[in-house]
Every structure is written in structure tokens, then in C-alpha cells.
């Protein structure tokens, strides 16, 4: 089988490679920085696995989850964050991925993560099992930050920890002038006024510490 890790720090990359590595039935490993270069290989290579970062360079995970199960519907996604967040679980197992879990998870996680999922089965840890349940809660409200792009939604979380539209730019890769067009965006879409709010809303639905 064939696996891309796809994740912006090379230590993360160079960990998750060598669990990967020791893994029996994968016999193919690919890495990307970014999440342009992550497309690219999702493209033009027939992958089983992809363990993706959420925060990525240039295309956002959330982005790449979206448009890889486009191109190839059959690729098991699972998602190695740094945020433990249920909020951000939630997020991308609505999207179509397969699993969650976050940095901080033992090599044993991991190990069992891949091997449930390639087993065609969802995967997330203990502590956030109950969120499997909202997915399939037919009365499930659909939260604010929800209708947001993926490029909103990453405006959202830089702005409510404090990043200014400088800095936000540079993160992206993006001019100011578009930053401040999805921070216009955003505010619109959630009918709030101030960063001050953006702020609060992702404390109260825990999008941040």
C-alpha cells in the first residue's frame, strides 16, 4: 500500500515516516511540506493513506481533505493535529475523513489509527468518541463557523488567537488586502462586529484555548 504524510514540520514528517515505516502493509512513502505539493502527489499517485496536518502552507488540510476525495474518492484521510479541540475532529470527519488524532498521541495510536482506518473504519480517540455520535444526529445544529471556507475558517482561528492581518498573511501566503476581504467575510457570514467577538465565539465553542 501507498501513503503520503503530508505535514509543514520535517520532525513530524520524519516520526510519522518511520511508524509508517514499520508498518507492514506499507511499502510506499510519500512526503509533502505544503498543501499544493500534497495535491500534486494525491494526483498523480493511486494512494491508500494520507495522514494530513491540518495547518499546512499555501493549501489549507481542511482544503486538501475536500479536493483530494475529489480526485480520488477512495483514499483514507486520517488527520494528525495539534489541536484536541472536538470542534476540529467534528470539522473534517464531516468532510470525509477518516480518522482524527491529535500530536501528542503515543507511536501505539498512531499504529492502531492506520490500521483501523485502512480497514475501511473510523478512527478517533477515546476522549472524543462521543463526536461520532453528532455525525449522525439528524437533528444536529450546525454551528456558525461551520459555513465558513476553509480559508475562512483558518482567518477565524488566527484572528481569535491573536494574529494581526500581517502576520495572518505571511502565515498563508496571502496579501493583506485578501486577508482583510475573508476577515470581512467572516464577520458578515457570522453576524459578528469585532475580533473581540471572533474571539469570544472561539473560546465559547472551544476553536481555542
Do not use: C, W
Not at 7 to 35: C, N, Q
Not at 42 to 50: C, W
Request: hydrophobic share 45%; no cysteine; charged share 30%.
Amino acid at each position: 500500500m501507498k501513503a503520503l504524510v503530508a505535514d509543514d514540520h520535517s520532525i513530524v514528517r520524519m516520526g510519522v515516516k518511520h511508524i509508517l515505516e514499520r508498518h507492514p502493509v506499507i511499502t510506499t512513502i510519500f512526503e509533502a511540506s505544503d498543501g499544493q505539493e500534497a495535491l500534486k502527489i494525491i494526483e498523480e499517485n493511486e494512494l491508500d493513506l494520507v495522514i494530513l496536518d491540518i495547518s499546512m502552507p499555501l493549501i489549507s488540510g481542511l482544503e486538501v481533505l475536500k479536493r483530494g476525495l475529489e480526485i480520488k474518492p477512495g483514499i483514507n484521510f486520517l488527520i494528525l493535529s495539534m489541536h484536541a479541540e472536538k470542534e476540529y475532529a467534528l470539522r473534517v470527519l464531516k468532510n470525509g475523513a477518516s480518522g482524527y488524532l491529535t500530536k501528542d498521541s503515543l507511536a501505539d495510536d498512531l499504529h492502531s489509527a492506520i490500521d483501523i482506518v485502512l480497514d475501511g473504519k473510523k478512527y478517533v480517540s477515546q476522549n472524543m468518541s462521543e463526536i461520532l455520535l453528532h455525525i449522525n444526529e439528524e437533528k444536529f445544529e450546525i454551528p456558525l463557523h461551520e459555513k465558513l471556507s476553509e480559508r475562512e475558517f483558518d482567518v477565524l482561528i488566527k484572528l481569535a488567537s491573536g494574529k494581526k492581518l500581517n502576520d495572518i498573511a505571511q502565515d498563508l501566503f496571502l496579501s493583506v488586502k485578501t486577508v482583510s476581504t475573508y476577515k470581512t467575510r467572516l464577520l458578515e457570514k457570522m453576524n459578528l462586529s469585532s475580533v473581540a467577538e471572533i474571539t469570544k465565539y472561539a473560546i465559547d465553542h472551544k476553536l481555542i484555548e
